[in-house]
């Protein structure tokens, strides 16, 4: 008698894990937000009538990437925002100037969301397609906002770079 699909997918996510936390299904759940949120602004931009431009061009590109490097910075390790990274996170310590180290807490869904909001890389590809979409939907207020953002991670650098030259 064949397994029934749920126990077999349980069975598949504890091979998969080998003893670790690994929360299959609260990942897939995370993956399915994400593309229910692509897919409604992708409608909302079809019903709108826009036009998607045939390419993005180097300066979008590039405001884009230096908005996305700031605010995932800015949302995984900023002190500021540590009160949103709490329900899913302990402190540590600090990382860095300006940087905090929290460790993810939970099982399921709790630790998902922790590891997500920890990650800067995986805050980039939420915080990019936001970016990007709102190049298309409200360009003007979109490049304001990724500039503001840009310019102050170029600022953070030119700090790094400052203290360096008085070191």
């Not at 190049?135 to 170029?154: C, E, S, Y």
Request: aromatic share 8%; net charge positive.
């Amino acid at each position: 008698m064949p397994e029934k699909p749920e126990r077999a997918a349980e069975k598949e996510a504890r091979k998969y894990a080998a003893g670790h936390d690994r929360p299959l299904g609260a990942y897939l759940g995370t993956m399915a937000a994400y593309g229910a949120a692509v897919a409604g602004a992708s409608a909302l931009i079809y019903r709108s009538g826009r036009q998607l431009p045939e390419r993005p061009s180097w300066s979008d590109l590039a405001l884009i990437a230096g908005a996305t490097h700031k605010i995932s910075r800015l949302v995984t390790k900023d002190p500021v925002t540590s009160p949103l990274r709490a329900p899913f996170t302990r402190y540590e310590g600090t990382s860095g100037p300006a940087e905090l180290s929290e460790e993810v807490r939970g099982t399921g869904a709790r630790k998902t969301i922790g590891e997500l909001i920890t990650c800067p890389f995986c805050v980039g590809q939420w915080v990019a397609t936001g970016l990007t979409l709102g190049m298309v939907l409200l360009p003007r207020p979109t490049r304001l906002a990724a500039g503001t953002f840009t310019a102050l991670a170029g600022a953070d650098f030119l700090q790094f770079l400052y203290a360096r030259a008085e070191g």
